[in-house]
């Protein structure tokens, strides 16, 4: 055996481990660089077969928006909400689309003043049957999202 190969492998033995050291990254470490990556923005907003053919996502956003705002209008304009509350102008509504495509909706009623149960029953009557809502994504993944949205009561 020659001399220069013995004395490699002298050296790998006494000093060779710290070259197959590799480190293994700490989970917490992983995690924390993970979330530092994640933006808490969808890729894709929830939609509605309407607005699906728009490519720009900001018009996008905008005709969704415009479809809620218009079919939650529509629906509870034709109740006895208006009539019974005639100084209340404006609900804000927080909608949560989930990531099975489900919706619910909970008005916010900022006083106590407006009877928040009669409200709460009024709308969530008239919105039972909501049109079909396709969920938001995250890298491809349909998730759980959550806005308000004020409503106009009264439009004149």
Known sequence: MPKSFLIFTVFLMLSGC??????VPEKDALLEKELQSITWEVDEFPSVPQC?????????????????????????????LALRFPELDTINVKITVFADSSITFEPEIGTDTYEPEVIDS???????????VSPALKRGLPVKTQFILPVILHIE
Do not use: G, M
């Open 18 to 23: 710290q070259y197959f050291d590799n480190q």
């Open 122 to 132: 009024i709308i969530r009557t008239r919105l039972r049957d909501f049109p079909s």
């Open 52 to 80: 699906d053919s728009i490519a720009d996502q900001t018009l996008h956003k905008q005709c969704f928006i415009d479809f809620l705002t218009q079919n939650i209008q529509q629906r509870i304009s034709v109740d006895t």
